[in-house]
């Protein structure tokens, strides 16, 4: 568990608790389970490599972008 900031393009940061989960059955991608107080987990996935390259500077185009923490895009 671990928590991230969904940081809408029009709009304040939000907290979100999280899990992330890695399955050897698809190396290549990683998956957020975030915690939402009306529906339980929402799972969201994508590529192994965009979380990888988030832990050392922006990275990702479009609706989903990964950073490490103390950076400010």
């Known amino acids: 568990m ?3 900031e969904l940081a809408p393009p029009l709009g304040e940061r939000i907290l ?10 698809d190396p290549l991608a ?3 389970l975030f915690q939402d107080g ?3 987990l929402v799972p969201w996935g994508f590529a192994r490599d965009l ?8 990275s990702g185009d479009g609706d989903v972008q ?3 923490d103390g ?3």
């Not at 979380?51 to 922006?58: I, V």
């Open 30 to 32: 990683v998956q957020l």
């Open 38 to 40: 009306l529906q339980g």
């Open 16 to 25: 979100v608790p999280t899990h992330l989960l890695y399955r050897s059955l």
């Open 66 to 68: 990964v950073w490490p």
């Open 71 to 73: 950076f400010d895009p």
């Open 51 to 58: 979380l990888a390259a988030g832990t050392q500077t922006l």
């Open 2 to 4: 671990l928590d991230m």
